[in-house]
């Protein structure tokens, strides 16, 4: 089965420090992605990344970058994190090919920032 | 990109058949359809997508309209365990379509 795994469940930090979330995969896919998730908001993206150090923009990426040095994994870092960016965090990884483009998620990190 | 609409919220009982509609009029030719749920405090986990027959798998089956400006997603029996958000997406199946945009689904709830 394919396993996508989060460093965290629960983070809790404090207006301005830098933090990172890390996402790990472990079937070779090309495809990675952040999205946050905020009561009757839905899921958005953050940012996504194709292949090894290419990254794209998704819907909103302000306040956030990325960084993925390696296939297997994907970081979220905020540079110095803010209130309103308290949320729930998912990554996921997809095949870069075929027909379903299947999206497989972590189980999420709840991040809080006091 | 297109767009679709969903229910806010259903209502089930256990072991029912469970009907859950999408409205998608402005989809292309070329456009999947996915459906995603959320278990409660999980992250989304893929249901089933297609294009226009209808699918079926172990999980749901997939109803597609003629002029696929609707689908239904099928679960035969409906367990507790069923009790998730659905999300009804489409998706683009040329170079660089990799996303999902996920609208607020359908919240559905099981009744023992």
């Known amino acids: 089965d394919v396993k996508v795994t989060q460093s965290s469940r629960y983070l809790v930090k404090r207006t301005g420090e830098k933090v990172f979330l890390e996402c790990v995969q472990d079937?070779?896919?090309?495809?990675m992605f952040w999205y946050r998730q905020d009561p009757g908001l839905g899921l958005r993206l953050i940012y996504f990344?194709?292949?090894?150090?290419?990254?794209e923009k998704g819907d909103i990426p302000e306040g956030y970058s990325v960084s993925r040095e390696k296939k297997e994994r994907f970081s979220l870092i905020l540079e110095s994190a803010s209130t309103n960016q308290t949320s729930m965090y998912l990554c996921a990884s997809s095949s870069g090919g075929g027909v379903s483009y299947e999206q497989y998620f972590g189980p999420g990190t709840r991040l809080t920032v006091t | 990109d297109a767009k679709t609409t969903q229910p806010n919220s259903m209502e089930s009982n256990e072991e029912e058949p469970v009907h859950l509609p999408c409205n998608h009029s402005t989809i292309s030719g070329t456009d999947y359809i996915h459906w995603y749920r959320q278990l409660p405090s999980q992250g989304p986990e893929y249901v089933i997508h297609?294009?226009?027959s209808n699918v079926n798998n172990r999980m749901a089956s997939l109803a597609i309209a003629e002029d696929r400006k609707s689908s239904t997603l099928i679960l035969h029996r409906a367990t507790l365990r069923d009790a998730a958000v659905y999300y009804c997406?489409?998706?683009?199946?040329?170079?660089?379509?990799?996303?999902?945009?996920f609208g607020k689904g359908t919240k559905l709830s099981v009744i023992p």
């Open positions: 297609g294009l226009t």
């Open positions: 990344s194709y292949d090894v150090k290419m990254k």
């Open positions: 997406i489409l998706r683009g199946s040329g170079a660089g379509s990799y996303q999902l945009t």
């Open positions: 079937m070779d896919h090309e495809n």
